[in-house]
């Protein structure tokens, strides 16, 4: 996707585009911020939101509004297919894969001046862009995709394209929304209809069927996740995420409201949800933890095992606040909040910081670095400062001997007081 | 007139009425009937917790002692409504609980039950007998130890697919010692491990034990000296049925099961160890109900399984059965009424079975009984679904499930209109049905013109425009409950039928193009309908009035239409007209 969406931002129409991915409202792109500029893009622009349609195939109705159908198709699918964080790499590859079969078909209609042909391909899944699916639709997103794409016949195209969409889009065009490719089908909500029960237990009955195959375990792995003040649980998918960082955002999003509603109103405005950063201020303002209960029922902290021995063990999610999760984890490197250590990390003074909240607040947790920083960044900095503090104190002890030895040996007179 | 007959017997004659419809009917004849009727009433169904209110279930019906009750809507099992968005037990049974002292049966499906819910209601049904808790959730261990510990005559404990939060294994061994009058127990959905000797103890002092379905933590070794202790079964489900392969365990296995005459229904096969299938042979000839769903068994021993089966009504069955596993039952159960075909990978891209509509053709072809279907395939096509409509046109219940949403005909790439339009046109009861592959308008017509029986309909990702829903909302008549995700459906048909709506129970769209105006507009109409919002994106008065909902649930109630147990996400008309949520 970010390769998608720096075309976009590069090129003069897709400024528009740029706008409502948020880009502009965010200092990283990276998954999480991206996930969440989608949802927080999606209540900015509330005049817009108007087009918000989450209907399928030939649902279009003529006053959408069509520079944002682009938009609109992919957030319609965003919440009813993927209600959880949705990882970017599956949108990226399906956006190339339209891309490339938009450029086959949509284009030439477009170039042609968009002739409204019902025959449809279904092996060209166009399950990512629900709306479009249809012929005229699937023009259009070629056309705005198109536009992304720095050979030209942009402007043009992309301007004509909308127009004929909405004229052309009415509702006797069939739905040829074939489920694009595996990753695409897993990720309905609630398809194939199995019941949980059922799904669970195939979980489990294939794992230990295939496990030499090697093969990856099917289905989707419900955990339900409460928080401590919350007054009802969530539900989430524990297979729609690869590594911790995703969950963890997904989290974020979802518990918001609660968070939010914690701090109070204070002036923010109802309607307009806070901003990336201030969201992951009030979570590490409140010192929440994510912890999981294992299989032999022990509470845990996640972030200690790897992603797959994790899942395989997770039965519960629980977010509880800081001070309760004293104890948990087994690393005797017990600090800080994990936000804060991460950014403490890179600051000089992240050694004072644990030093000093350990004597504070008398509590130590384990941090939650992330998969990527490695435990003896850890080891090393309490070492370093220790060092540090060693060395400060020889120094100044080596200093003042120095000036002694100075003053006698060499009798420099002018490194005493005047008298 | 001035005599008529005395209550007593009109009572009695009453008592001879079971079924809900008739006893309705008997009510409207008179006021004195409708008064004698429900002093009379036992029994109760309420297919939805929220269309009316304990109080006035009590109020009408003083002296029930059974009751039946369901929740949440049937996409939750599929986890397309929110946690948290209400059907709890505990208000209803803390009122029944206190009106009705002498209550003895309760079931439950789709209800957020907790255990203060089983509490009381171990504490205050001393005559307490039957508790059914199907796809519930909420409640412990500890909250069965209490059934266990207090009610005295429980006859029934049957957990089916609950979703229960294991505490301890240890609840079992609260069943005083004194407690014989056991007569089903179903925990296979328990994960963890119970005690055995604690099982064999009840099972041992159960006389009347008629269902025993165990938990998939039940090893093998185990199921036969349980078995041997009851061999009055009638349906028994086991545990995980592998073990080491020893000649004395499959013996006393064998042998333990050939006790049994009465055995009637198996269920249960986990983790499968195909060897120790033929210790059942000597009970197959009996078995009218079979559950193999959870069985990862290679189509040779199903199909060895089958075939001694001789007596099946219903069988429950993994696609590891294969065309060819259909082909040898169609031959040999011809008492088959109900088939349910599950998929064993669905999630996978290639078929891993080679499962077609072939073999479902073929179990039409060859089962003259056959009226209820549930068919997960990965390929469908209309002239299948035409031959299976001849063949067939008994069928009651027709759920077809396309793995792929939206598939049409894999033969001719057409939509399967035709198809599910002989269906309708030729089964002429058909009272449930659910539709997957790719469809368009047409087969709503079909479907509004013929299937004028039909009470159950699930439709997902099918249709082009509202003329679908409306062909659905107007066509048939005996339409209870609607289900609809992922259509392009949106306000038009809606609000043409919104009267309709008060004759079906529930209406549930989800992800479809319903604008947040419309079903403002539709509760304002129909004060007797209660139009939940369920939209997790935040109050949708933030956003434009045209734009679509994510999911919508409507139903009729004489309750009131604001119930106190909403949680945020779930917004309802007020009654003075403004938007309102909890």
Not at chain 2, 334 to 349: I, N, W
Request: with cysteine; hydrophobic share 40%.
């Amino acid at each position: 996707m970010a390769s998608a969406s720096d075309c976009i931002s590069q090129t003069g129409p897709g400024l528009k585009e740029r706008n409502y991915f948020g880009f502009s409202d965010c200092s990283s792109v990276d998954r999480s911020t991206v996930s969440s500029a989608h949802l927080e893009s999606k209540n900015n622009m509330n005049m817009k939101a108007t087009e918000l349609r989450l209907g399928l195939p030939g649902s279009q109705s003529p006053e959408r509004d069509s520079d944002f159908s682009l938009l609109n198709s992919v957030k319609l699918d965003e919440k009813p297919l993927f209600p959880l964080a949705p990882s970017k790499d599956r949108i990226c590859t399906l956006s190339q894969k339209t891309v490339a079969s938009g450029n086959k078909r949509g284009f030439d209609d477009t170039v042609d001046g968009f002739s409204e042909s019902k025959t449809t391909n279904f092996s060209e899944g166009n399950w990512m862009f629900n709306a479009t699916g249809s012929d005229p639709g699937q023009a259009k997103l070629a056309g705005n995709v198109i536009s992304i794409r720095p050979s030209g016949t942009q402007l043009a195209i992309k301007s004509e394209v909308p127009a004929k969409t909405l004229q052309e889009s009415t509702n006797k065009i069939i739905g040829t929304n074939t489920a694009n490719a595996p990753a695409a089908k897993a990720q309905v909500v609630g398809w194939p209809p199995i019941r949980s029960f059922r799904k669970n237990s195939l979980v489990t009955t294939s794992k230990t069927n295939d496990e030499v195959d090697g093969k990856p375990g099917p289905g989707a792995l419900f955990v339900k996740v409460s928080m401590d003040g919350a007054p009802y649980l969530r539900k989430v998918d524990l297979r729609m995420y690869s590594a911790y960082k995703e969950l963890s955002s997904a989290l974020e999003k979802m518990f918001s409201c609660f968070t939010i509603g914690q701090c109070g109103p204070q002036g923010a405005p109802t309607r307009k949800m806070l901003s990336e950063s201030k969201l992951r201020d009030l979570l590490h303002g409140s010192e929440y933890v994510l912890t999981y209960e294992d299989k032999d029922g022990d509470w845990m902290l996640v972030g200690d095992v790897p992603w797959e021995m994790f899942i395989a063990s997770c039965k519960k999610l629980k977010i509880m606040k800081g001070s309760d999760a004293i104890g948990l984890g087994s690393s005797s490197y017990q600090v800080l909040l994990h936000f804060k250590a991460k950014k403490s990390l890179m600051y000089p003074c992240f050694v004072w910081d644990l030093a000093v909240y350990q004597c504070f607040y008398k509590e130590s947790f384990r941090p939650d670095y992330g998969s990527d920083v490695p435990e003896c960044f850890v080891l090393m900095s309490d070492i370093s400062f220790i060092c540090l503090l060693a060395f400060s104190c020889v120094f100044l002890e080596c200093l003042l001997r120095l000036r002694l030895y100075l003053l006698f040996i060499l009798n420099l007179d002018f490194l005493v007081e005047a008298q | 007139m001035a005599y008529s007959f005395p209550e007593e017997v009109l009572e009695h004659v009453f008592s001879f009425l079971s079924s809900d419809r008739d006893r309705n009917a008997v009510s409207l004849v008179c006021k004195s009937w409708y008064d004698i009727e429900r002093w009379c009433r036992r029994r109760i169904f309420v297919g939805n917790c929220y269309a009316v209110s304990p109080e006035m279930v009590i109020r009408r019906f003083p002296e029930l002692r059974a009751v039946e009750m369901k929740g949440k809507p049937h996409f939750a099992d599929f986890n397309l409504v929110p946690e948290g968005w209400g059907a709890y037990a505990y208000p209803w049974i803390a009122a029944m609980a206190e009106a009705y002292p002498f209550l003895e049966e309760i079931k439950l499906k789709r209800m957020v039950v907790t255990d203060d819910t089983l509490e009381l209601i171990s504490k205050s049904c001393k005559n307490f007998k039957l508790l059914v808790l199907t796809s519930c959730e909420g409640f412990t261990t500890d909250g069965l130890a209490s059934i266990a510990a207090n009610c005295r005559h429980l006859r029934e404990l049957d957990l089916r697919e609950s979703e229960v939060e294991e505490l301890s294994g240890h609840w079992l061994s609260h069943f005083p010692d004194s407690c014989t009058s056991l007569v089903s127990l179903n925990i296979s959905c328990l994960g963890s491990e119970v005690s055995f000797s604690i099982l064999e103890r009840l099972v041992a002092r159960s006389p009347n034990l008629r269902t025993l379905r165990l938990n998939r933590a039940v090893p093998l070794e185990r199921l036969a000296n349980l078995i041997r202790r009851a061999p009055q079964l009638v349906e028994l489900g086991t545990g995980a049925y592998s073990a080491e392969i020893r000649s004395d365990t499959f013996s006393n296995l064998a042998d333990a099961f050939s006790a049994c005459k009465q055995l009637k229904a198996l269920s249960g096969f986990w983790d499968v160890v195909p060897s120790y299938l033929p210790a059942m042979y000597s009970v197959c000839s009996g078995i009218t109900s079979l559950n193999l769903s959870y069985a990862a068994i290679p189509s040779t021993d199903l199909v060895k399984l089958i075939s001694q089966c001789q007596n099946l009504q219903r069988l429950w069955v993994m696609d590891y059965i294969e065309d060819s596993g259909l082909d040898v039952l169609a031959a040999s159960c011809k008492d088959l009424q109900e088939l349910r075909v599950f998929p064993s990978d669905p999630f996978g891209a290639e078929p891993n079975v080679s499962l077609t509509e072939q073999g479902l053709v073929s179990v039409s072809e060859g089962c003259p009984k056959l009226e209820s279907v549930l068919y997960f395939c990965r390929q469908m096509s209309n002239a299948a679904l035409i031959a299976i409509a001849k063949n067939r046109p008994n069928f009651i219940r027709f759920r077809l499930c396309i793995i792929d949403p939206q598939a049409p005909d894999y033969l001719t790439l057409e939509p399967l209109d035709a198809g599910f339009g002989a269906i309708v046109e030729k089964c002429k009861e058909l009272r449930r049905l659910s539709m997957t592959g790719l469809l368009t308008d047409r087969v709503f017509k079909y479907i509004g013109s013929h299937a004028k029986k039909l009470e159950m309909l699930s439709i997902a990702f099918a249709g082009d425009s509202d003329l679908g829903l409306h062909h659905v909302l107007s066509g048939c008549d005996s339409l209870r409950k609607l289900e609809i995700r992922d259509c392009p459906f949106g306000d038009k048909a809606l609000l043409a039928n919104a009267a309709k709506l008060e004759t079906m129970r529930s209406l549930w769209m989800s992800s479809c193009s319903v604008s947040f105006g419309a079903c403002k507009l539709l509760a304002q109409k129909m004060p007797r309908l209660n139009v939940e919002v369920i939209d997790e994106r935040g109050p949708p008065d933030s956003r434009p009035e045209s734009c679509s909902v994510e999911r919508v649930y409507v139903y009729r109630t004489v309750a009131s239409r604001q119930r106190l147990d909403m949680p945020d996400f779930v917004w309802t008309l007020d009654e003075d007209s403004s938007l309102r949520y909890s």
